[in-house]
């Protein structure tokens, strides 16, 4: 019997706590769901805009290889303006770089080539949209701002590139001595078997000396 009494008066002294702090404890448990259930779903939208974003991208890459610049562009648009939380962003600014440059339309080239390089998170992207930007604005006229952009490192991958388009920029000038050591560095830095090689080793000749 003293066992049902204690048990009585844990019974009171809890139905005596709930009263008082039980609505606190309602509210702290529908905030903790709440927070796991929008936690849940902001994952799930982003997994979705994710995959959307790729399937886009594939859109864009294929379009591109088939020389459709109009559909390239509005895919490539589409992503950057819904898509542009994903990894899918900066690419597709590149994509869509490459194709109004390749098409002539060197200010909507820049414009995604400078997206590309504010936005971009790898540093393979990066480097790639300051060599690309460089030569657009190269073309346009800019060689003191191309060069500025070829400043600083380059990882490997992108040493010869960056110094074969310093070595133009050089000659174009008239530098002739610095054109001719950018376009040396390019060649060190090119694989033997590269198609570049023999590029670069006849704008080196041309250059004399």
């Keep these: 019997m003293a066992f049902d009494l204690e048990e009585q008066e844990q019974l009171d002294e809890f139905k005596a706590w709930w009263k ?5 404890v309602i509210l702290g448990v529908t905030v903790f ?17 994710a995959a959307e974003a790729s399937m886009l991208f594939d859109t864009a890459v294929q ?8 559909s390239a562009k509005e895919v490539t648009a589409r992503i950057m303006e819904n898509q542009s939380s994903t990894a899918y962003a900066t690419p597709a600014a590149w994509l869509a ?16 080539y400078e997206y590309a390089l504010e936005h ?9 949209a300051r060599i690309r930007l460089a030569g657009i604005r190269f073309e346009d006229k ?5 060069l500025a952009l070829l400043e600083g490192a380059f990882s ?4 010869s590139l ?8 050089l000659a174009e000038q008239g530098k002739t001595a610095d054109a001719r050591a950018a376009y040396k560095l390019a060649l060190e830095k090119l694989d033997d078997k590269s198609s570049l090689k023999p590029l670069l080793e006849i704008r080196l000749d041309g250059l004399g000396g």
């Design 20 to 24: 008082q702090h039980g609505m606190k």
């Design 33 to 49: 769901l709440a927070a796991v259930g929008g936690w849940r779903a902001w994952q799930t939208w982003q997994h979705n805009q």
């Design 63 to 70: 379009a591109a290889s088939m020389n459709d610049v109009k």
């Design 97 to 112: 770089g490459r194709v109004n440059h390749d098409s002539g339309d060197l200010k909507s080239a820049r414009a995604q």
């Design 120 to 128: 971009a998170d790898d540093d393979g992207l990066k480097q790639l």
């Design 142 to 146: 800019d060689p003191v701002g191309a």
């Design 156 to 159: 490997p991958a992108f040493q």
């Design 162 to 169: 960056a110094a074969q388009l310093k070595g133009d920029i």
